[in-house]
């Protein structure tokens, strides 16, 4: 199997990168437009985006792994490639730097998936300079956060 891996450095503390990527009233602000399911192992999420004249496209998938501040494994239900899966590998490296990880794999081992491989790259690399543009733009994440 194949898989696409990067690494991006943000200048946040680990805690807060961790809950702008697992708390879903944070993750419609830079990830989908509609984010369903919270992380819990065994739970499922589903990711909508709204691409206007094409309709909505939207992926479900079920948590696999899920380690506080440190991981985060999710697997693909419908993904067209197969079973395909995304694990999130947070690292502090400082009480105000951290990194996350990207690794999207699963892929086969064949040339047909290279457009899978090279439009996954793409796509999370990119999602990842829209969530430091976000994070930087909003010091305080918490309004988006529902009070329980």
Known sequence: ????????????????LWSAVTVY????????????????VGGEFSWTWK????????????????????????????????????QLIFESISL??????IVNGGFP??????VWLESAKEAWDGQAVLLKEFLKQNPDISKFMKKT
Request: proline residues 5%; hydrophobic residues 35%.
């Open 51 to 86: 691409l206007g004249l094409e309709g909505n496209f939207t992926s479900h998938g079920t948590y696999i792994k899920i380690e506080p501040f440190r991981e985060l494994v999710m697997e693909w239900k419908d993904h067209p490639a197969g079973n395909v899966f995304l």
């Open 109 to 114: 081992d064949n040339d047909s998936s290279n």
């Open 1 to 16: 199997m194949r898989e696409t891996k990067s690494i991006f450095t943000f200048d946040e503390p680990i805690e807060r």
């Open 96 to 101: 105000n730097q951290s990194s996350l990880t």
């Open 25 to 40: 009233e944070v993750l419609v602000h830079w990830l989908a437009d509609e984010v369903r399911g919270r992380p819990k």
